[in-house]
């Protein structure tokens, strides 16, 4: 490929992407940007003037124009193909517009290897003309194609105007800029498509009306307040990992919306952090998650030999812990998942021990007994370890001290589980 040819469609891609990243810049650098880019397209549609004496008036680029849409091709992935039938339906419009907006049949010719542009009207051979736009008189035609045309025959005919050149530029700067911006789009949209229901790591750009704008690189994420963590401090330039709930396609930028307090994220954190997750040595069961004050993750292992637990622990924490600065210093409690519903309430409600678990299937109510110095252990502060063991077992869990439940004087021994039958 010529090296002119190269220089200038990179000079158009590298003057679009100046102007895309002045959003927030003054209007004058936005006005230069416009005007620099609409240069590099005139220059695209260079016009010069052969064959004067002639009815018909040529123009030609000085640059060729497939050399250069390729060069935009391999830079967005945007195909050259494309790019010509937008231009060419684009200058049929500003044609009409500008020239013969009662011309029905228009033709736009645009030579791949010299960039030629020529404007063709498809007119009726007619004895007398009554519409000039659509007719013209076989009188008119040249000697070589009244041979070949009898009346009412269609035809052909240039209708380039002397100074289309202009118009033909700044509509292809249109199409041009408008294809770039579409195909970037697109790009964005089917990367983080493939993402949703995933994390990504974000750098805090900005605040604006309590929402958090997260910059992800070539697009922007939103953290809305209620997918904030409450009292998490979030500044301009602080690195993030955030949950990507929906990927809304819009007519301008693929819209990112993204959370901190969704129980999903700190699945994948999980995953992230810990191998035999990840590898499926180790799975999670469930999680109750209130974000930014406490999680209960329910964790079992497929191989007896892999203690799952130790697992997400890691040494001296330091699995767990990289996991809990990543969400604000978040308590997570790392439960032993089991089929036995009642040994899997026991285990919900650590760090308690459980003395007694009764169930009411009918009622989907568990009534769980503790010794009486844990009972606001078990019950949590403001009820939070007894709501995360209900949310994590889908049991509604009663608890009760076992002076409480002595007094009531109701055992059950079918419906007993001891210390040791917790542990298993």
């Given at each position: ?16 992407n100046?102007?895309?990243?002045s959003k927030?810049v003054?209007?004058?650098?936005r ?27 040529y ?15 391999k830079?967005?992935?945007i ?7 937008a231009?060419?339906?684009?200058i ?14 228009i033709k ?16 009726t051979v007619?004895?007398k ?19 070949k045309?009898n ?30 911006r ?17 994390i ?19 697009t922007?994420?939103l ?5 904030q963590?409450?009292?998490e ?15 809304r396609?819009t ?5 990112i ?13 999980f ?13 999670i ?7 930014g ?5 329910a ?18 924490g330091?699995r ?10 978040e ?6 998942w ?5 040994v ?24 769980v ?7 606001s ?14 949310k ?8 009760k ?10 055992p059950?021994s ?11």
């Amino acid at each position: 490929m010529h090296r002119a040819h190269r220089n200038i469609a990179k000079k158009i891609i590298i003057c679009y992407n100046c102007l895309c990243l002045s959003k927030k810049v003054v209007l004058l650098k936005r006005v230069v940007f416009k005007t620099t880019l609409l240069l590099y397209i005139k220059q695209l549609i260079h016009l010069k003037h052969f064959n004067r004496k002639e009815d018909g008036i040529y123009y030609y680029m000085n640059i060729n124009l497939a050399k250069v849409l390729e060069e935009i091709e391999k830079e967005k992935g945007i195909s050259k193909n494309i790019l010509i039938e937008a231009i060419e339906s684009a200058i049929i419009s500003a044609y009409k517009k500008n020239y013969a907006n009662n011309i029905d049949d228009i033709k736009i010719d645009i030579s791949e290897d010299t960039g030629e542009i020529k404007v063709f009207t498809r007119k009726t051979v007619v004895q007398k003309v009554s519409e000039p736009l659509n007719e013209i008189s076989i009188d008119d035609l040249p000697i070589s194609d009244k041979e070949k045309y009898n009346i009412e025959d269609t035809i052909l005919i240039e209708t380039t105007p002397k100074k289309f050149g202009r118009i033909a530029a700044q509509t292809a700067k249109q199409v041009i800029v408008q294809k770039i911006r579409e195909a970037e789009r697109n790009v964005i949209y089917e990367k983080y498509i493939d993402k949703e229901r995933d994390i990504v790591t974000g750098v805090v750009q900005r605040i604006e009306h309590r929402n958090v704008i997260i910059d992800l690189g070539r697009t922007e994420a939103l953290l809305l307040p209620n997918e904030q963590i409450r009292n998490e401090e979030y500044y301009k330039g602080k690195r993030i990992k955030i949950y990507i709930l929906e990927v809304r396609k819009t007519s301008k930028n693929p819209k990112i919306f993204a959370s901190r307090t969704h129980p999903e994220l700190l699945k994948r954190l999980f995953e992230l952090e810990i191998p035999e997750i990840h590898e499926g040595l180790v799975e999670i069961k469930n999680i109750a998650r209130e974000a930014g004050k406490r999680s209960k993750v329910a964790v079992y292992s497929k191989d007896e030999r892999v203690d799952p637990i130790g697992a997400c622990i890691g040494d001296r924490g330091s699995r767990i812990k990289a996991i809990m600065l990543e969400l604000k210093d978040e308590k997570i409690d790392v439960i032993r998942w089991n089929d036995d519903e009642k040994v899997l309430i026991a285990n919900s409600l650590s760090p308690a021990k459980v003395l007694l678990v009764n169930l009411f299937e009918n009622e989907k109510t568990a009534t769980v007994i503790v010794p009486d110095q844990q009972l606001s252990l078990a019950i949590g502060k403001e009820g939070q370890n007894a709501r995360l063991a209900a949310k994590l077992t889908g049991w509604k869990v009663d608890i009760k001290s076992e002076s409480e439940y002595k007094e009531e004087n109701n055992p059950d021994s079918q419906n007993d589980l001891k210390k040791d039958d917790i542990e298993k």
